[in-house]
């Protein structure tokens, strides 16, 4: 028992100091890995919204979303992130940032639906 509960502390210590460690990241690998938990958190929160909104939408409308998710991923790709000879680069603040605004604009839109109707002409 007391090592589970030992094992319970080290967790939760270790939780608490790697979101300590992200207000004031220490070096870029630090940064990193906190930019990655935000935007790892904004990716889902897009893919949840995504689906409620979908769920709304007639067979129009789930073909504007996807159409406009596919262009915004698109999009995303470009400015956030480049190939070079040595490798493949992502700019997790530009891919947070961006993923950020899409789910802001897709929570919008399922707003709309729940209160005035699906507007298809908006996705």
């Known amino acids: 028992m007391k090592k589970l509960i030992l094992s319970l502390l080290m967790c939760l210590s270790g939780s608490a100091f790697a979101n300590s460690a992200c207000d004031a990241p ?6 990193l890995y906190c930019l990655n938990k935000v935007y790892q958190e904004a990716d889902k929160e897009l893919n949840e919204t995504y689906k409620k909104l979908s ?26 992130s480049k ?12 891919a947070a940032n961006t993923t950020i605004e899409r ?4 929570q919008d839109r399922l707003r709309e639906c729940t209160s ?7 996705l």
């Open 26 to 31: 220490k070096n870029d690998f630090d940064g």
């Open 55 to 80: 769920s709304q939408l007639d067979a129009n409308g789930k073909k504007a979303l996807k159409s406009g998710q596919l262009a915004w991923i698109e999009s995303r790709n470009q400015h956030c």
């Open 83 to 94: 190939r070079e000879a040595n490798g493949f680069y992502v700019n997790l603040d530009c």
């Open 116 to 122: 005035a109707g699906c507007m298809n002409s908006k």
């Open 103 to 106: 789910s802001r604009f897709l």
